[in-house]
Structure formats: C-alpha cells, structure tokens
C-alpha cells in the first residue's frame, strides 16, 4: 500500500528558478488525462491514502488540471498539489474549493519582491501573494509555503516564518541541495551558511522523515506513466516500470533501493542533506 502517490503530471515550468535542477532535464512532456485517470483507479483500488500531483514541472501548465484534482477526489482520496503560483486564475481556486482540494503547497523563496524575482526570474510576487492570501481568506484549502533556504534569502527566514503562520500557513524551511546541480552556476548565491543551513536541514528531515519516509510510505510516478525511485532522479534514467503494466506484488519486489542508493543521483543528494 502506498500512503501518498505523487504523480508528475507535466515537467514543463514557466519559470527558471536559481535552486531548481531543471536545466538538467532532457526530454518534457505531459502526462495524458487518460493515462492519469488510469493510474489514480488502479490506486484507489490499492487502498491509496492520496495523490500529491508535484514533480519537477508546473502542474498549472496542464490544460486538463482541474478535471485531474475533480477525478481524485470522486474516489474519496486526499489531493494536494505544488505550484509557483504565477498562473493561477480565479477560476482554478473556485474550481479546487469546490471539489475538496486538501492541500497546496507555493514555493515561495521571499515575501521580498526584488528577492523573489531574482531567485525566480520571470514570475510575478504580486500576484503570487494576491492569490495565497486569496485562498486563505476564501477556502478550506491548506496551504504551505515552502521556503527553499539559500545564501541569498537566508537573512529573511525569520520574517517569513513569522508573517506566515500568522496568515494561518505552514511554513516549511527546505534546506537547498545541488542534487548534482554547480551552484556557482547560478545567478545568485545559494550555498547557505552552515549553521543556518544545519538548522534547516534539522527541521526539514524531523518533519518529513527525508529518504525513510520517501522510499517506504511514498511513490512517484513520471509524466510519461513510468514509476521511478525517486523524485531526484531528475534526468529519470532509474525506471522501475510501466505503472499500469505491473502487479502490485512485482511493483513491490521492483521497488528494491539497493541500486539506486549506490547511484550518483541518490549520493549526491544525501550528501546535501547529511543523510548516512
């Protein structure tokens, strides 16, 4: 049984964020609306807790968005997905409230608007925390804003922290990992300074059990239906298989770690977050 199934419905993105491992990626796409209904009826048959619709693209740039939110919840199941916020309409809030969406998470680096934008080019900060304020004021929907730690915000965790959770948001600190990304590439600074970044880090894996709780009660599942090891397999050369195409009992026995923790891929990211 899988408790939360995250489902990457496209790995395209309007933005191009400094801590986002996205240039790595080679080959985008977007999960079919047939291909998605398919698999989330072969989840709620396995007893699913949820679908979290994330991954490394912009869910909002799926055309077939609401009606995927409105499939998961016909079966009961928990929905929550991740966004950056910069193109959400009204109507998706309607559309989300109305249908029960559990929970949404915003990756939101700065209440800063000169910071923001400079960690994420292209976006728009007015209309991000318009439309967060706008779902906390109007919905039951449960929000949390994910704080991405970095040599260049680092100085603004406390005043984000604080603004936040007094608006009735949870705040989450993620502490930045490379995941094979050179941040000396980046246009800003993210190497954050140790002792800010060890805080995140502690907080981070208290809360989400890191690898433990990715790799035992957690599933992904790539735009293009195959099952992989691991979101962090950014370049998704890890496949384990063809979701709809396999058994539950060999999806299972398929699920062994024991390659893919020895991979470059999974080294390098536990390196970043100090996990032995």
């Known amino acids: 049984m899988h408790k939360i199934t995250e489902i990457e419905v496209?790995?395209?993105c309007n933005l191009n964020c400094a801590f986002c491992a996205r240039g790595r990626v080679k080959n985008t796409g977007f999960m079919t609306l047939t291909v998605f209904k398919n698999?989330?009826?072969?989840?709620?048959?396995?007893?699913?807790?949820?679908?979290?619709?994330?991954?490394?693209?912009?869910p909002f740039l799926h055309p077939k968005l609401n009606e995927m939110i409105g499939y998961?919840?016909?079966?009961?199941?928990?929905?929550?997905?991740?966004t950056n916020g910069n193109i959400i309409q009204q109507k998706n809030i309607e559309h989300f409230s109305a249908r029960g969406l559990d929970r949404i998470d915003f990756n939101l680096p700065s209440l800063n608007k000169k910071t923001y934008e400079q960690i994420c080019p292209g976006s728009n900060h007015k209309k991000v925390i318009s439309v967060i304020h706008n779902i906390l004021k109007n919905t039951k929907i449960t929000v949390y804003i994910n704080f991405v730690v970095?040599?260049?915000?680092?100085?603004?965790?406390?005043?984000?922290?604080?603004?936040?959770?007094?608006?009735?948001?949870?705040?989450?600190?993620?502490?930045?990992?490379?995941?094979?990304?050179?941040?000396?590439?980046s246009s800003v600074p993210l190497d954050p300074d140790k002792k800010i970044l060890k805080k995140a880090k502690t907080r981070f894996l208290k809360s989400l059990c890191?690898?433990?709780?990715?790799?035992?009660?957690?599933?992904?599942?790539?735009?293009?239906?195959?099952?992989?090891?691991?979101?962090?397999?950014?370049?998704?050369t890890k496949k384990i298989c063809f979701f709809l195409r396999t058994r539950k009992e060999k999806l299972e026995k398929k699920?062994?770690?024991s390659k893919f923790w020895r991979s470059s891929y999974c080294i390098k990211c536990r390196a970043s977050l100090a996990i032995p």
């Open 150 to 185: 970095t040599l260049f915000n680092q100085h603004e965790l406390k005043e984000n922290l604080v603004y936040w959770m007094e608006k009735g948001a949870i705040f989450n600190t993620i502490p930045y990992c490379s995941r094979g990304q050179d941040a000396e590439t």
């Open 72 to 82: 998961i919840k016909s079966f009961g199941m928990w929905a929550g997905l991740s």
């Open 255 to 257: 699920r062994s770690l």
């Open 39 to 58: 698999i989330v009826k072969k989840l709620s048959g396995e007893n699913c807790y949820g679908v979290y619709i994330c991954g490394l693209g912009e």
């Open 10 to 12: 496209t790995n395209n």
């Open 210 to 236: 890191c690898c433990s709780y990715l790799f035992t009660n957690y599933s992904f599942i790539g735009w293009d239906g195959y099952q992989y090891s691991c979101p962090s397999d950014i370049e998704k």
